[in-house]
C-alpha cells in the first residue's frame, strides 16, 4: 500500500485510521468502524448520505452529520463517475471511522487513477468542485493507493472546531 496526499492541508492519515484502510473486519477495533458497500447505482450517494446521517446520529455526532453527508456524497459520486466507469460491474464501499472529536470518511473503489481536483478558478462550473468542496470542509484529505485492488481516498472531519 502506498499513501499519496493530496489538497492544500494535506497530511498523513492519524494512525488511529489504519482500519479504515485495511481490509473489512469484524474484529473488536481501538476506533467505532462502520461500512457500507455501494453498487454502481446513481442511488448509491443517496445511501452514503442517509448511512452517514444513521452512523453519526448513533455515535451521538449529529453536530457532524451535514459536513460528513457533502464529504461522503462527494467521494462516493467521484468513485462513481470516474472510478467505475472503467469496471461498471464493481462496487464501492464507504467506511466511516471516529476517534475523539474525529470523523474520517474514506470510500474504496477499484481504480488505481490518482484523484484530480478540477481547476479552482471557473466559479461557475457545474462539475470538478467535489474535492474543492471536501478540502474546504476538511482537516485533511487524501488517498491511498492498493496496488492491484485499487485507491481509498478519505477525508477527515473534526467536530469540535
Do not use: Y
Not at 485510521?17 to 458497500?37: E, N, R, V
Not at 448509491?44 to 451535514?66: E, P, Q
Not at 461557475?124 to 485507491?151: D, Q, Y
Amino acid at each position: 500500500m502506498t499513501a499519496d496526499l493530496a489538497g492544500r492541508r494535506a497530511g498523513a492519515a492519524p494512525s488511529w485510521a489504519t482500519p479504515a484502510f485495511g481490509p473489512a473486519s469484524t474484529g473488536p477495533s481501538s476506533a467505532p468502524l462502520a461500512t457500507c458497500a455501494l453498487h454502481g447505482a446513481s442511488a448509491s450517494a443517496s445511501a452514503a448520505r442517509d448511512f452517514t446521517a444513521h452512523t453519526l446520529g448513533g455515535w451521538g455526532l449529529s453536530g457532524l452529520i451535514d459536513d460528513a453527508q457533502l464529504v461522503v456524497s462527494e467521494l462516493v459520486t467521484n468513485a462513481l463517475r470516474h472510478a467505475l466507469s472503467a469496471v461498471p460491474d464493481a462496487h464501492i464501499q464507504l467506511r466511516l471511522l471516529t476517534q475523539g472529536p474525529h470523523v474520517l470518511c474514506a470510500v474504496h473503489d477499484p481504480s488505481e487513477r490518482a484523484p484530480l481536483p478540477g481547476p479552482s478558478d471557473d466559479e461557475f462550473a457545474e462539475s470538478g468542485r467535489g474535492l474543492h468542496l471536501i478540502e474546504a470542509v476538511s482537516l485533511t484529505w487524501g488517498w491511498i493507493l492498493i496496488r492491484g485492488r485499487g485507491k481509498i481516498v478519505w477525508a477527515l472531519l473534526d467536530h469540535s472546531a
